[in-house]
Structures are given as structure tokens and as C-alpha cells.
């Protein structure tokens, strides 16, 4: 059974042990690994009952750290990355070496740098990138406080870091930025309109 604690520094200690902990982002609350580590990764994976296939995004502290899970730096997703990092929009670009399987299911990797403070903090002090899967077990809402998560997975969880309650809302905008294309994944709480003004070009959706 999780234990609860409002203390950032002791969240990412546990994290660098291998934890997994349930921390708040800018919208829900996630259920995040240090993403290094392939062991809590897996775990983080079977606690949330997450089906096979699909992969863990990230987020990171900074763009610096964003970059680096990178294979290349593509010039698109760095404009995209300068004009809304922090914030809801992930880039899904080709994965590093040496990420674990469950991240780069498919050769990338999703990762943002979130609009909250106290996440990018929690990477920080981690020492890197955290897995940010919503929460809550396969299928189910996500929480915004820390309460209201569900019983039978904070069974199955290390820690939750307690930050109050979180707004909710849409999940980040997700656009792909692989082999010199530009694509649409997810229309979330960054406008396309936005994401296209920043390109100066129109976006294809998924499988456009």
C-alpha cells in the first residue's frame, strides 16, 4: 500500500530507488518512474494494468533534458519545443539508445516538459526524465487529488507525492516529429491553429 508525503526531495529519492510514485502534473495526476530504470518502468506498466503495445510517454525538466532522449534534434521540434515548453504539448521524436522497451514501443519517444512547477521539480531532483501515464488503472478517470485515487492501485504503487488538487482539463496536444515529416497525434489543450502558426505550415493528422 503507497504511502503519502508532501515532500518533493523524499518523492525523488524514492524514485532514484527504483519507485514508483503517484506525483501531480498541470492537469491530473500521473504515475511516474524514473524513466532510466527499466525494472520500475515494468512494474509501473503491470500497476496500472496498461495493455501491451501501448507506450509510456514522459516528461522531462527542461528542453536540455528532452533533447537528450532523443536520437537527433529535428529544427521542428525544437520551434515547437521554444514556443510551448513548458506546457501541454508532447513531441513524440525518434528514441535515444538505451531507453527501456516500454518507452520506445515503435523506435521514439513522447516526452514534454509540463507546465507544472512542482513535476519539473520532481525530474530535477530525480535526475531525470519521469514516466507521466495518467493515475489511474487502464480505462478508469483520472484523479486530480491525491484522495481520489483509485484503492486498488495504490496497492499496487511505492508513494504518492500530495500536491493538492489539480485542475483537470485536456491532455497535452501530441504531434510527431519523425524523418523530416510533421503530424498530428492528438489535439489536446494546445490549439492546432497555435501549433500551425508556430510551423508557419498545415499539419496532416495521424496517418495523413
Known amino acids: 500500500m503507497a504511502s503519502f508525503t508532501r515532500d518533493v526531495a523524499v518523492a525523488a529519492d524514492a524514485l532514484r530507488r527504483g519507485a514508483i510514485v503517484a506525483y501531480p502534473t498541470e492537469t491530473f495526476y500521473g504515475l511516474g518512474a524514473l524513466a532510466g530504470l527499466a525494472g520500475a518502468v515494468e512494474r509501473l506498466g503491470t500497476a496500472k494494468l496498461r495493455p501491451e503495445g501501448k507506450p509510456l510517454p514522459l516528461v522531462a525538466a527542461d528542453a ?22 513548458p506546457g501541454p504539448l508532447t513531441l513524440v521524436v525518434a528514441a535515444a539508445e538505451g531507453l527501456p522497451a516500454p518507452i520506445t514501443l515503435g523506435g521514439t519517444v513522447a516526452v514534454r516538459v509540463p507546465g507544472s512547477e512542482l513535476a519539473r521539480g520532481l525530474c530535477r531532483l530525480a535526475g531525470g526524465a519521469l514516466v507521466s501515464t495518467s493515475a489511474n488503472p ?11 485515487l483509485d484503492p486498488g492501485l495504490l496497492d499496487r504503487i511505492d508513494l504518492v507525492l500530495d500536491g493538492g488538487t489539480t485542475p483537470g482539463g485536456l491532455p497535452s496536444t501530441v504531434i510527431a ?32
Open 64 to 85: 536540455a533534458a528532452a533533447f537528450a532522449l532523443w536520437r537527433e534534434v529535428p529544427a521542428e521540434a525544437v520551434l515547437l519545443a521554444h514556443a510551448f515548453w
Open 138 to 148: 487502464a480505462g478508469g478517470p483520472p484523479p486530480t487529488s491525491a484522495g481520489a
Open 177 to 208: 516529429v519523425e524523418e523530416g515529416r510533421v503530424r498530428l497525434l492528438r489535439v489536446g489543450a494546445v490549439s492546432l491553429d497555435d501549433v500551425e502558426a508556430a510551423l508557419r505550415l498545415p499539419l496532416p493528422s495521424c496517418g495523413g
